[in-house]
Structure formats: structure tokens, C-alpha cells
């Protein structure tokens, strides 16, 4: 193991960066592009003349030799001026001092990762941790490039607090969660929030109502969307997309049976630049800590999500053979999305398959009880919707072509049934006042 003497740093690049800033150079560019901060610093002179420099800045008070000097009077740790002299007068130029920060923060990325390596062969050397644990824990490890615990006190978050409010009130009215594209389902939940578990029987519509949600966010606000098919394959789930964003016939997509009209629709289409941040990942074996990965990675990638979709939850595994039942393993998936939304800050939505026993009820409207495989879905998730056709049950029904959407959870919203109109031809779900107006057009051209 190396010992402190020997780790990797780079002083001249250290007294670079800090004679560069008392010399006038721009030290957003070091806070925004690099993220350069005072623990990067390896030598100690090196590390408090930086840290006398960031605290000037959030004091809004100019940086030179003589302010960080009278900063730092009365720091045992402190050289002195002379010290700010020397680096300051060292530095031909400040035009260079972003190569010069980065090779800090590699230097400093560098010593990390030295720091973990005996913490990794600790976790991966103890048999009585399951492996899936140990993934998780070193990718975290590493993603995250640093082992500080969050921590906030109660002034800066009551601050915080009133600044969403203040917010919130300038936007009154507004879907405080991320909006589904359906102003009732919306009005009723308060938009996506934390852990969503949408269920529902075969045949229902889970994979068009998850993938709606999906082209919402990213063709109607343009924002990232990260798609897990772990049912279909890309081309399928793209087909269908492409038919509800075009709508044209699913079946014409599926059988090849598309008209001249079609293929010019299709070369129409608009949105394709939006499409580059709604990303299907179609791994057919897809683990708890896998899905993390690849969340995390699509995370640091766009800087913010949209959504996660999951489609299905039970189509998951964690990975690690010691769960005694279905049961407990989806208890572990069901706690583990639900912390990954919290880091992730942003709302998955995770399709459920739901029991067999809604099948012998003479109401097959599903109940939370039909959750299947597991209670700890209901538990863990923040809002519950189930999909219901009457039509698809009883073909006699007066709701032909009618899905209930019934929230049966709503932690930041309320429990009710609204109804959406169910159009599996363009592969789309519509709202009931959208098909009166379209409705309404054509007779209004048939006149």
C-alpha cells in the first residue's frame, strides 16, 4: 500500500492554481467546469491559500496577495506573505490555469481511488456479504469520487424549504411532480413522484401506458427518459412509439402495410432531435445493481432525468441467490428503486404484473392485494395505479374502448378512478375529452 509520502500530486501545478487567482484569473471557471475544491489540494500551504481564496469569493471580497494574506494571519499552518509571493510571481500567465486545475483534480482522483482500494479489498474479501451488496457498494464508491455523508441544518433547510414554496407560489397551480402528458391522471397525483408502481393484469396496457409517459417527457418537455424493456426489443418498442407519435396503424407498422401517406407521415416527423434523450435499454437479464449502473451513468450523462420506466418489476432479479422466497427478493428490488429515486431525484415508474387471483373474482377491478409476489411494493411506493378495460372482460360492456386508471395509492395526492380513452391501433392512451373534440372535427367536415 503506498504510504502518504509517495501518493501521486503535482505541486507546480498546485502553486500554479492559487498564484494564477491571486494574479486576477477566473475562478468560476475552476467551481463550474471543474469542480475544483479544497480537498483537492495535497500539500497543506497549497490547500489553505485555496481555502482563504474560496471563502473571499463567497464573501464577494477582491482576491490578491494582500487579502488572502490578511485572511490567513494568525493560521499556525500560514508561511506566510512571502509564500503568496513566490507562487504568484511563478505564474508567467493565467490563461493556462484550467490545464493546471485538472491536473489537480486528476491528481486528487487519483489519491481516492488509491484510498479506496484497501476499502474494497476489505468488503470484497468478507464471504458473509452478498456479492450484489458489494457491487453497489463499490460503485458508489467510485461514481460518487468522495465518502461525505449528507448532511443539512435546519436554517439552510428551512431556507431551502421557503424557496420552494416561494417557487411554488409564483407557479400556483402548477403539477408539482413530473407531469404524465394527462391533465386528470395529473391533477389527481400531483404529477410522478418517488417510486410509481403501475399494475395490471395481461392485455391491459402497461408497456403503451409506461412508454406514453416516456415519449411525454422527452418529445413534449424535452427531457431525459430512460426506458428499461426488459420484455420487448428495441425494434418492438420502437414501433410502437413511432405509432403513437405519428399515428399511424400499429398493424401497418407490424405487417409492412404502410401507405404512401404513411411513409410520408413518418418522413415528417419533427421530433427526432428530442428522441436522442429517450433511452431504451433492452438487457434481458436486468439486476438491481445493474439497473443502478446504468441509471446512474444515464445520470451523469444529461445532468437530470425525466423519468425512469421499468417495465416490468418482476422480470428483475437482485442477483443473489440467499432469498428464501419470490417474495423477499422483490421486497429487496421494490426498497432499492425506491432509494435509488431519492439519489437519482427523479420518479420511477415500474410496471407490476399483478396475481392471478383477479381472475376469479367476479369484480376483476384490481385491489392492492393483487400486487403479486409481493406486499412490499405496496409499501415502498409512493403512488399505486392499476389499469382496468371492462371491455376486454365483458364484451357487452357500455365502456367500450374506456381504461380505468384507478389510483389506488397516492402519498402526495388522492385516491379516485379517472377514465382515459384506450386506442391500441395508434398505441396510444388519450383523454376522453380529447376523442370528443376529435370527434366533434369530423362531423363538423362531414357537413
Given amino acids: 500500500?503506498?504510504?502518504?509520502?509517495?501518493?501521486?500530486?503535482?505541486?507546480?501545478?498546485?502553486?500554479?492554481?492559487?498564484?494564477?487567482?491571486?494574479?486576477?484569473?477566473?475562478?468560476?471557471?475552476?467551481?463550474?467546469?471543474?469542480?475544483?475544491?479544497?480537498?483537492?489540494?495535497?500539500?497543506?500551504?497549497?490547500?489553505?491559500?485555496?481555502?482563504?481564496?474560496?471563502?473571499?469569493?463567497?464573501?464577494?471580497?477582491?482576491?490578491?496577495?494582500?487579502?488572502?494574506?490578511?485572511?490567513?494571519?494568525?493560521?499556525?499552518?500560514?508561511?506566510?506573505?512571502e509564500y503568496l509571493k513566490t507562487a504568484a510571481s511563478a505564474v508567467p500567465t493565467t490563461r493556462h490555469i484550467k490545464y493546471y486545475a485538472e491536473i489537480v483534480k486528476q491528481m486528487s482522483q487519483r489519491r481516492y481511488y488509491i484510498s479506496i482500494g484497501a476499502k474494497i479489498q476489505e468488503i470484497a474479501s468478507d464471504s458473509e456479504e452478498d456479492i450484489e451488496t458489494v457491487n453497489d457498494i463499490i460503485e458508489n464508491a467510485i461514481i460518487r469520487n468522495n465518502e461525505q455523508i449528507s448532511m443539512i441544518s435546519f436554517a439552510d433547510l428551512y431556507?431551502?424549504?421557503?424557496?420552494?414554496l416561494a417557487e411554488a407560489?409564483?407557479?400556483?397551480?402548477?403539477?408539482?411532480?413530473?407531469?404524465?402528458?394527462?391533465?386528470?391522471?395529473?391533477?389527481?397525483?400531483?404529477?410522478?413522484?418517488?417510486?410509481?408502481?403501475?399494475?395490471?393484469?395481461?392485455?391491459?396496457?402497461?408497456?403503451?401506458?409506461?412508454?406514453?409517459?416516456?415519449?411525454?417527457?422527452?418529445?413534449?418537455?424535452d427531457k431525459p427518459a430512460l426506458l428499461f424493456s426488459l420484455e420487448m426489443s428495441p425494434k418492438q418498442v420502437g414501433t410502437r412509439m413511432m405509432s403513437s407519435q405519428t399515428r399511424v396503424r400499429h398493424s401497418d407498422f407490424k405487417f409492412a402495410t404502410l401507405s404512401d401517406d404513411d411513409f410520408y407521415t413518418i418522413g415528417q416527423f419533427e421530433n427526432l432531435d428530442r428522441g436522442k434523450k429517450l433511452i431504451v435499454c433492452d438487457e434481458g437479464v436486468m439486476s438491481l445493481s445493474k439497473l443502478k449502473s446504468v441509471s446512474r451513468?444515464?445520470?451523469?450523462?444529461?445532468?437530470?432525468?425525466?423519468?425512469?420506466?421499468?417495465?416490468?418489476?418482476q422480470l428483475m432479479d437482485t442477483g443473489n441467490t440467499k432469498y428464501t422466497t419470490r417474495a423477499d427478493e422483490l421486497g429487496k428490488i421494490s426498497r432499492g428503486l425506491k432509494l435509488l429515486s431519492k439519489e437519482l431525484d427523479?420518479?420511477?415508474?415500474?410496471l407490476s404484473q399483478l396475481s392471478r387471483e383477479v381472475e376469479k373474482r367476479a369484480d376483476k377491478r384490481p385491489m392492492l392485494s393483487d400486487l403479486r409476489d409481493s406486499g412490499a411494493i405496496e409499501q415502498d411506493a409512493d403512488t399505486i395505479i392499476f389499469?382496468?378495460?371492462?371491455?376486454?372482460?365483458?364484451?357487452?360492456?357500455?365502456?367500450?374502448?374506456?381504461?380505468?386508471?384507478?389510483?389506488?395509492?397516492?402519498?402526495?395526492?388522492e385516491t379516485r378512478t379517472i377514465e382515459l380513452s384506450f386506442q391500441p391501433q395508434i398505441m396510444r392512451f388519450m383523454e376522453m375529452t380529447e376523442i370528443d373534440e376529435i370527434a366533434k372535427r369530423r362531423r363538423k367536415n362531414e357537413l
Avoid at 298 to 305: D, L
Avoid at 346 to 350: E, F, G, K, W
Wanted: aromatic share 10%; proline share 3%.
Fill in 1 to 81: 500500500m503506498l504510504t502518504d509520502a509517495n501518493l501521486p500530486y503535482n505541486d507546480e501545478a498546485e502553486r500554479t492554481v492559487v498564484g494564477a487567482l491571486l494574479m486576477g484569473a477566473d475562478i468560476n471557471i475552476l467551481i463550474a467546469e471543474i469542480g475544483l475544491e479544497v480537498a483537492d489540494f495535497y500539500l497543506e500551504q497549497n490547500r489553505i491559500v485555496y481555502y482563504a481564496i474560496m471563502r473571499l469569493y463567497e464573501q464577494n471580497k477582491a482576491i490578491d496577495i494582500v487579502t488572502v494574506d490578511g485572511f490567513l494571519r494568525g493560521n499556525p499552518s500560514y508561511s506566510g506573505i
Fill in 159 to 164: 431556507i431551502s424549504i421557503y424557496k420552494d
Fill in 169 to 221: 407560489y409564483r407557479k400556483k397551480g402548477e403539477i408539482p411532480g413530473q407531469k404524465t402528458g394527462w391533465l386528470s391522471l395529473d391533477a389527481a397525483i400531483g404529477g410522478l413522484e418517488g417510486l410509481v408502481v403501475i399494475g395490471a393484469r395481461p392485455s391491459m396496457g402497461k408497456t403503451m401506458f409506461g412508454t406514453n409517459i416516456a415519449e411525454y417527457i422527452a418529445f413534449k418537455e
Fill in 297 to 313: 451513468r444515464f445520470k451523469k450523462q444529461f445532468g437530470s432525468i425525466g423519468a425512469i420506466i421499468i417495465d416490468y418489476i
Fill in 346 to 350: 427523479c420518479p420511477i415508474v415500474a
Fill in 387 to 413: 389499469l382496468y378495460r371492462d371491455d376486454y372482460y365483458n364484451k357487452q360492456s357500455k365502456k367500450r374502448g374506456v381504461a380505468e386508471i384507478i389510483i389506488a395509492k397516492a402519498r402526495h395526492g
